[in-house]
């Protein structure tokens, strides 16, 4: 089955930008939602159709998609921001399905 | 308020079924697909199945496909996931998620339930 990777893990200052990649050849033409789950908690919609933002998720949170990475940015990260973070894909390519990224854990240091 | 309620997790013997029950509430049921998904402890999040907003369209992960079942009944609000043949990595907090329109695979998960846990051990 299709793999979309990300980085383990992310560390980032208060105040400064968070990035994390999603790739996998399954990328390409396809539109990428990215969630954020903080322990014990479902995890949460932060950007959907690449870069949308659902109401009530900060402006500090961006997404895009070019080729065959798709990006979340997270500019003046705060505490609260901790938390892991995955990216999703639906895969055509062969028995449809969706694709979860591997997910990055983000540390505010 | 839009809520997705689950239940019918627990401890249950390898090989043998369960079947879990997501209720909604809080919106029109009927017009949204619905999915499962599901995270084994400490693991990352792993996409079950999913199942048009009339049930029409159905999809399943290889993993559980011959195995576990997905149904809705829009009468009642609440989409189903029976599983059988269970395995001890079927072991995982088990998710329902709406999607935005009435598709799989069309939109994102925009609502979460809390979870229901399914543990598989002897």
């Known amino acids: 089955s299709s793999v979309l990777t990300q980085p383990p893990s992310v560390s980032v200052a208060p105040g400064e930008t968070a990035t994390i990649t999603c790739g996998g050849d399954i990328i390409g033409i396809k539109t990428v939602h990215w969630y954020q789950q903080k322990p014990g908690q479902a995890p949460l919609l932060v950007i959907y159709y690449d870069s949308d933002r659902p109401s009530g998720i900060p402006e500090r949170f961006s997404g895009s998609n070019s080729g065959d990475t798709a990006t979340l940015t997270i500019s003046g990260v705060e505490g609260g921001d901790e938390a892991d973070y995955y990216c999703q894909v639906w895969d055509t390519s062969g028995d449809h399905s969706y694709v979860f990224g591997t997910g990055t854990k983000v540390t505010v240091l | ?122």
């Open chain 2, 1 to 122: 308020e839009v809520q997705l309620l689950e239940s019918g997790g627990g401890l249950v013997q390898p090989g043998g079924s369960l079947r879990l029950s997501c209720a909604a509430s809080g919106f029109t049921f009927s017009t949204h697909a619905l999915n499962w998904v599901r995270q084994a402890p400490g693991k990352g999040l792993e996409w079950v199945s999913g199942i048009s907003n009339f049930g029409e369209t159905i999809f399943y992960a290889d993993s559980v496909k011959g195995r576990f079942s997905i149904s809705r009944d829009n009468s009642k609000n609440t989409v189903f996931l029976q599983l059988t043949s269970l395995r001890a990595e079927d072991t995982a907090m088990y998710f329902c998620a709406r999607e935005g329109d009435g598709h799989v695979g069309t939109d994102s998960f925009e609502i979460w339930g809390q979870g229901t846990p399914v543990t598989v051990s002897s």
